[in-house]
């Protein structure tokens, strides 16, 4: 049974445990990091995915306990190709905190290789990075601001089972449009609000455990209505409520069990979805090149390149979504 929550909530009681769980269409969830009594094993990621039809770009940022990371692939969507590369930092007395309100705040990285500054305020968000040597051989640049749009998100916290002051809490939010440049050695990609669209997926957890987590995303145009998907593998106690959902419009509809057959770690090999009586019917297919995956593997993280096929009835039985050559992607990650 799926539990949505309507009403704002803490996400801690004074005790540091988990006040409810569940689900919700908005940010109901009050996050305050300082309320959390496992600090020494709070985690934090912001992943955003930008895409137009011709170009890709993957970003993560992530303090893993006392590791910070900066991921970032970018896949050629005409040329074929993907370039990616990582700075991982291990054993940091000082975290570079990433910002905890959408509203605003402001991380600023800079080492030998890499200059990242993400800023939130109220209407936009921006992101900007030089990358020099960027997978060894290109530089990397791009400055992009993100505005958002009308429409839910998806709002999950799950305790885990043993001990509630451990939690998972997830915000994917696909409704941004995006405006600005990304360039690689000689190519220059530009993104403007028309046909370039963004989601982010936020992450604060503290586990016991180690997982090894998927998640299928596409965010898209089909028929003129934007489609995003997250269907994700369990993490904590998830009788209450999970990742799995679309989008068609802005709108939000929810899913329950999702049954995946993968193909044993070959990249380059069909991933298959399947819920209810045909209510989920999609093949994810990864895009190859002279035989190969398009894959980014970065460090404890890989992001296959692709598109969907099938359909989804969960909204109307007669008058299906048809998955169609929809781009899409993998994240496989463990955490």
């Known amino acids: 049974m799926q539990r949505e929550i309507t009403e704002e909530h803490n996400v801690f009681e004074d005790n540091g445990e988990i006040m409810?769980?569940?689900?919700?269409?908005?940010?109901?969830?009050n996050y305050n990091s300082e309320q959390s009594k496992?600090?020494?094993?709070?985690?934090?990621?912001?992943?955003?995915?930008?895409?137009?039809?011709?170009?890709s770009l993957y970003l993560s940022v992530e303090n893993i306990?006392?590791?910070?990371?900066?991921?970032v692939a970018v896949a050629d969507l005409k040329r074929g190709g993907v370039l990616c590369d990582k700075v991982v930092k291990k054993f940091l007395f000082t975290k570079n905190k990433l910002?905890?309100?959408?509203?605003?705040?402001?991380?600023?990285?800079?080492?030998?290789?890499?200059?990242?500054?993400?800023?939130?305020?109220?209407?936009?968000?921006?992101?900007?990075?030089?990358?020099?040597?960027?997978?060894?051989?290109?530089?990397?640049?791009?400055?992009?601001?993100?505005?958002?749009?009308?429409?839910?998100?998806?709002?999950?916290?799950?305790?885990?089972?043993?001990?509630?002051?451990?939690?998972?809490?997830?915000?994917?939010?696909?409704?941004f449009?995006?405006?600005?440049?990304?360039?690689v050695g000689g190519i220059e990609y530009s993104l403007n609000e028309i046909n370039s669209i963004a989601y982010l997926d936020w992450t604060r957890f503290s586990k016991p455990r180690k997982h090894n987590y998927q998640r299928l995303s596409s965010d898209?145009?089909?028929?003129?209505?934007?489609?995003?998907?997250?269907?994700?593998?369990?993490?904590?106690?998830?009788?209450?409520?999970?990742?799995?959902?679309?989008?068609?419009?802005?709108k939000l509809e929810k899913l329950s069990q999702i049954n995946v057959k993968s193909?044993?770690?070959?990249?380059?090999?069909?991933?298959?979805?399947?819920?209810?009586?045909?209510?989920?019917?999609?093949?994810?297919?990864?895009?190859?090149?002279?035989?190969?995956p398009m894959a980014a593997i970065m460090d404890k993280t890989v992001i296959i390149?692709?598109?969907?096929y099938g359909e989804i009835k969960r909204v109307n039985l007669k008058n299906p979504i048809i998955l169609d050559n929809a781009q899409a992607h993998i994240v496989l990650s463990e955490f």
């Open 20 to 29: 409810c769980a569940g689900w919700a269409r908005r940010a109901v969830f």
């Open 38 to 55: 496992t600090k020494g094993k709070h985690c934090e990621r912001d992943c955003y995915f930008i895409n137009n039809n011709e170009v």
């Open 65 to 71: 306990g006392m590791e910070f990371a900066i991921k």
């Open 99 to 175: 910002p905890e309100s959408g509203t605003n705040g402001e991380l600023l990285y800079t080492d030998k290789c890499v200059q990242l500054q993400l800023t939130n305020t109220t209407d936009v968000r921006y992101l900007k990075c030089d990358f020099i040597d960027f997978g060894g051989i290109k530089n990397l640049y791009f400055n992009i601001n993100l505005k958002k749009t009308t429409g839910e998100s998806l709002n999950e916290l799950a305790p885990f089972e043993r001990d509630r002051k451990y939690f998972y809490l997830k915000r994917f939010v696909p409704k």
């Open 177 to 183: 449009t995006a405006n600005g440049i990304i360039r």
């Open 220 to 250: 898209c145009f089909i028929d003129g209505k934007r489609f995003s998907l997250c269907l994700a593998s369990r993490v904590g106690d998830n009788r209450y409520g999970n990742e799995n959902s679309f989008f068609l419009d802005g």
């Open 263 to 292: 193909t044993n770690g070959k990249l380059d090999r069909p991933w298959y979805f399947k819920a209810g009586i045909s209510a989920v019917d999609i093949t994810f297919k990864p895009f190859t090149v002279k035989g190969e």
């Open 305 to 308: 390149f692709g598109r969907l």
